[in-house]
């Protein structure tokens, strides 16, 4: 069965989400601390949710953020022999935005959180799944 991992990079914090490619659900993981940890609680969940597939988000228009992307999947790959993808992740805030405001009706939707980095990354697997 295979599993795609969605990772959403941020300088301080990393969203998650994942799809088992036979159930075609995507569940949200949660998020990640950037920080000397990172690699190692990355690993460990790559492990425990038999994560067989990494699908990275890359900004279109910012290149010194893919860079950083980039330097970081290298990174990941000393810690994991798994295939990474990158997908397109523009305006996939967004989209979470405009999702969440659903949700959220005190306006917090519109502000820099954690469950919005999250949508963020159910969204863009979803752009992925829809691509492959």
Do not use: H
């Amino acid at each position: 069965m295979t599993v795609v991992l969605w990772i959403d990079w941020g300088s301080r914090m990393l969203g998650l989400a994942k799809v088992s490619l036979k159930e075609n659900v995507i569940f949200p993981i949660g998020y990640l601390q950037n920080d000397g940890d990172l690699y190692f609680t990355l690993a460990g969940i790559i492990a425990q949710e038999k994560i067989s597939q990494i699908v990275v988000g890359l900004p279109n228009k910012e290149l010194a953020i893919q860079e950083k992307i980039q330097a970081f999947v290298k990174k990941l790959q000393m810690f994991v022999e798994i295939p990474v993808e990158y997908v397109g992740e523009d305006y996939t805030s967004v989209e979470a935005w405009a999702m969440l405001s659903e949700i959220q009706k005190d306006g917090t939707a519109y502000k820099k959180t954690l469950a919005k980095d999250t949508v963020a990354a159910m969204k863009i697997l979803e752009r992925w799944m829809m691509a492959n």
